[in-house]
Nanobody, 115 residues
């Protein structure tokens, strides 16, 4: 009964920022690997950022220096801080977690970057 729920998306101008949140139930984030993906209209879903159980992070080249993934173990929540947003960042952003051989997904939150 794992559930991941994203929030924090919205409409923002180019150069703006948002903080996306992913709250989990039925899984302990600190014991697993979590990631953010995104899917733009007409495109395949792509991996954006990941954080390991030990706190190690990595990012897609397209977002390095602009996006930051983090985790609050007490709140069982993973965040994605998205800064310096560009129109090409417009997408539905999905939270994902992997426990053993199973990958879990949230329902997504829409980020729209437009002037």
């Amino acid at each position: 009964q794992v559930q991941l729920v994203e929030s924090g998306g919205g409409l923002v101008q180019p150069g703006g920022s948002l903080r996306l949140s992913c709250v989990a139930s039925g899984i302990i984030f600190s014991q697993n690997y979590e990631a953010w993906y995104r899917q733009a209209p007409g495109k395949q879903r792509e991996w954006v950022a990941g954080i390991s159980s030990g706190g190690s992070t990595n990012y897609a080249d397209s977002v390095k220096g602009r996006f930051t993934i983090s985790r609050d173990n007490a709140k069982n929540t993973v965040y994605l801080q998205v800064n310096s947003l560009k129109p090409e960042d417009t997408a539905v952003y999905y939270c994902s977690a992997v426990r053993f051989t199973t990958q879990y997904w949230g329902q997504g939150t829409q980020v729209t970057v437009s002037s």
